[in-house]
């Protein structure tokens, strides 16, 4: 899988909007979107840091305007547990690069159908549900 540390220049206040608006209309927690987040990294082996609960509340918050650029990988990881394009959440996060040169629209397509398939279940076996 994709292994590259890339970051991507983005609006850390639009970015925050967003993700806190599509996590929202999931109905999920920080901590329930941390947690997809990190089965999807776990998963499709999206090398990256863990993305906690903790780093989507300051993300949320428009990183108090601090930060200028998050990692690829990350937003990656984001737009798979939200079952949703990266472009949603960060335009300039599917220009091009080196990084998204090496996952084309294809690939990158199949993966999101293969992790949709497997997400239900997964989510619900997390709650003690029986799928």
């Keep these: 899988?994709?292994?590259?540390?890339?970051?991507?220049?983005v609006d850390i206040i639009t970015v925050g909007k967003r993700l806190s608006y599509w996590?929202?209309?999931?109905?999920?927690?920080?901590?329930?979107?941390?947690?997809l987040t990190c089965h999807a990294q776990r998963s499709f082996g999206i090398a990256c840091r863990p993305v906690t609960a903790a780093w989507i509340r300051m993300v949320e918050r428009g990183a108090?305007?601090?930060?200028?650029?998050?990692?690829?990988?990350?937003?990656?990881?984001l737009a798979l547990a939200l079952?949703?394009?990266v472009e949603f959440l960060a335009p300039q996060a599917h220009q091009s690069s080196s990084a998204t040169a090496a996952?084309?629209?294809?690939s990158l397509s199949s993966i999101i159908t293969r992790y949709i398939l497997n997400l239900s279940v997964w989510?619900?076996?997390?709650?003690?549900?029986e799928p």
């Design 1 to 9: 899988m994709h292994t590259s540390r890339s970051r991507v220049r």
């Design 23 to 35: 996590r929202k209309l999931q109905g999920w927690t920080p901590v329930e979107l941390a947690e």
């Design 64 to 77: 108090y305007g601090r930060l200028s650029s998050l990692s690829q990988t990350r937003l990656w990881a």
């Design 83 to 85: 079952d949703i394009p």
């Design 103 to 106: 996952w084309d629209a294809n």
């Design 123 to 129: 989510y619900q076996k997390s709650q003690g549900k």
